[in-house]
């Protein structure tokens, strides 16, 4: 069982910048892959970035050159650096785990809010 506790959301001006952050606690070890969603009002769910245990990364298109995920293996948490936020960034965000296993983990999600 893995336990993910995110934390960082908040309102923030286009233009701005947010920390997200992630923390897994149970059994980290089992842990493969980490990634952030998010989800905007009235659509899917959708994959923001993702970082393996092995340090490689993917990111949505939408996000690219703007987000950066990384991950803090001695903490067992994962943050995403947001810069140059858009309205269009505004979502809940989740924090989701995939163990070796293939189980899937998520977070209770964090809002965030960009005013133009």
């Known amino acids: 069982q893995v336990m993910l506790v995110e934390s960082g959301g908040g309102l923030v001006q286009a233009g701005g910048s947010l920390r997200l952050s992630c923390a897994a606690s149970?059994?980290?070890?089992?842990?493969?892959?980490m990634a952030w969603y998010r989800q905007a009002p009235g659509k899917q769910r959708e994959l923001v970035a993702a970082?393996?245990?092995?340090?490689?990364?993917n990111y949505a298109d939408s996000v690219k050159g703007r987000f950066t995920i990384s991950r803090d293996n001695v903490k067992n948490t994962m943050y995403l650096q947001m810069n140059s936020l858009k309205p269009d960034d505004t979502a809940v965000y989740y924090c989701?785990?995939?163990?070796?296993?293939?189980?899937?983990?998520w977070g209770q999600g964090t809002q965030v809010t960009v005013s133009s």
């Open positions: 970082i393996t245990s092995g340090g490689s990364i």
């Open positions: 989701k785990a995939v163990s070796i296993a293939l189980l899937g983990y």
């Open positions: 149970g059994s980290i070890s089992s842990i493969a892959t």
